[in-house]
């Protein structure tokens, strides 16, 4: 015999009444067939419930562990019964939103955002290294947005047929130890960092092209490139082996400041994916939307950034940005 949910009811029944007797006239059953029912639930189990003498039925240790997980699984098949029929007749189901993220600082306040605004929305993310296979997994309807970004006018491959929209734009920064003696500045020259060695996150777009390509046009080519996590780039810097680029909005880390990049040789372009015929389209502009707001509430812990965006009004977000297919 397979355990079921009204095997459960029974042992809950004979639990909270305390005889067999009384639960069977609960339960609208004959006290026979209950008895025979818990002897039938009883071998499934592999030992008794209860000890039953005149005083009643009093639950075993075995009967204590059913009770427990029973205890969880009615309520809970109750709720999922209750909200089906609610949503069975309503005819809406709740927003469902699939994100995928590449290294990005504002995906956990997209969710954020979502949830606040949608508490019914379902939101699951799902995390990697490779714009292309989170363009892949879009194009395959496996995840409804990519959350990427690209280094100055690049565009992510036009081999998956998405729409890409603009988040934000901003300048690449470097991630430097306070003590460090270039800490003390607002701005760093690249061609300052000639001896440095650098840590970076992997990533399969053309940015370590673009860096290698700046430094060049800085005079020097760069020295070690160690790869690894971004809390393995955080440690490194923090440990003065290693410097690091970084996005405008990475979390401020105590111990380590943010430095712009004199000439702003690196720009960070955060795009939003989704295929363009897929159900998901549909809630694309609400989607970039709250990606825009994502990101400036990622600007709070950033008052001297905020305070060089509207100095530079090419950067951060910028209306209209249109959609371009890729």
Same mark, same amino acid.
């Given at each position: 015999?397979?355990?079921?949910?009204?095997?459960?009811?029974?042992?809950?029944?004979?639990?909270?009444?305390?005889?067999?007797? !009384?639960?069977?006239?609960?339960?609208?059953?004959?006290?026979? +067939?209950?008895? =025979?029912?818990?002897?039938?639930?009883?071998?499934?189990?592999?030992?008794?419930?209860?000890?039953?003498?005149?005083?009643? %039925?009093?639950?075993?240790?075995?009967?204590?562990?059913?009770?427990?997980?029973?205890?969880?699984?009615?309520?809970?098949? !109750?709720?999922?019964?209750?909200?089906?029929?609610?949503?069975?007749?309503?005819?809406? %189901?709740?927003?469902?939103?699939? $994100?995928?993220?590449?290294?990005?600082?504002?995906?956990?306040?997209?969710?954020?955002?979502?949830?606040?605004?949608?508490? #019914?929305?379902?939101?699951?993310?799902?995390?990697?290294?490779?714009?292309?296979?989170?363009?892949?997994?879009?194009?395959?309807?496996?995840?409804?947005?990519?959350?990427?970004?690209?280094?100055?006018?690049?565009?992510?491959? =036009?081999?998956?047929?998405?729409?890409?929209?603009?988040?934000?734009? *901003?300048?690449?920064?470097?991630?430097?130890?306070?003590?460090?003696?270039?800490? +003390?500045?607002?701005?760093?020259?690249?061609?300052?960092?000639?001896?440095?060695?650098?840590? &970076?996150? @992997?990533?399969?777009?053309?940015?370590?092209?673009?860096?290698?390509? %700046?430094? %060049?046009? =800085?005079?020097?080519?760069?020295? !070690?490139?160690?790869?690894?996590?971004?809390?393995?780039?955080?440690?490194?810097?923090?440990?003065?082996?290693?410097?690091?680029?970084?996005?405008?909005?990475?979390?401020?880390?105590?111990? $380590?400041?943010?430095?712009?990049?004199?000439?702003?040789? $690196?720009?960070?372009?955060?795009?939003?994916?989704?295929?363009?015929?897929?159900?998901?389209?549909?809630?694309?502009?609400?989607?970039?939307?709250?990606? !825009?707001?994502?990101?400036? *509430?990622?600007?709070? @812990?950033?008052? &001297?950034?905020?305070?060089?965006?509207?100095?530079? #009004?090419?950067?951060?977000?910028?209306? @209209?940005?249109?959609?371009? @297919?890729?």
């Amino acid at each position: 015999m397979n355990l079921e949910l009204r095997h459960l009811r029974v042992v809950c029944a004979i639990a909270e009444t305390g005889s067999v007797t !009384k639960a069977a006239s609960a339960l609208g059953l004959a006290q026979p +067939a209950l008895t =025979a029912q818990l002897q039938r639930i009883e071998r499934t189990l592999g030992g008794p419930l209860f000890d039953r003498d005149r005083r009643g %039925a009093r639950p075993t240790a075995l009967g204590e562990l059913v009770l427990a997980r029973a205890r969880v699984l009615l309520p809970a098949m !109750k709720g999922l019964q209750d909200e089906a029929a609610r949503l069975a007749g309503s005819g809406d %189901a709740p927003p469902c939103y699939r $994100l995928g993220g590449v290294n990005s600082p504002i995906l956990g306040r997209m969710v954020h955002r979502l949830a606040a605004e949608q508490p #019914p929305a379902q939101i699951t993310t799902f995390a990697s290294w490779s714009v292309d296979e989170l363009a892949q997994l879009v194009a395959g309807g496996r995840l409804d947005f990519a959350l990427t970004g690209v280094c100055g006018d690049a565009s992510p491959s =036009a081999g998956f047929g998405l729409s890409w929209q603009e988040v934000a734009i *901003d300048p690449v920064l470097v991630l430097l130890p306070e003590t460090h003696p270039l800490a +003390a500045h607002d701005e760093v020259r690249l061609g300052d960092l000639r001896h440095e060695q650098w840590v &970076a996150a @992997p990533g399969d777009g053309c940015f370590s092209d673009c860096f290698a390509a %700046a430094c %060049a046009r =800085a005079g020097f080519t760069p020295r !070690k490139v160690y790869e690894t996590d971004i809390r393995g780039c955080v440690d490194l810097v923090d440990a003065g082996v290693a410097v690091a680029l970084c996005q405008a909005t990475f979390r401020p880390v105590a111990g $380590l400041v943010t430095r712009r990049l004199a000439g702003i040789p $690196l720009r960070w372009r955060l795009l939003l994916g989704w295929h363009p015929d897929s159900p998901a389209a549909r809630e694309a502009e609400l989607v970039l939307e709250t990606a !825009k707001a994502a990101y400036v *509430d990622s600007l709070a @812990p950033h008052p &001297a950034y905020l305070a060089w965006l509207p100095r530079n #009004p090419g950067f951060g977000v910028r209306q @209209p940005s249109g959609v371009r @297919p890729g």
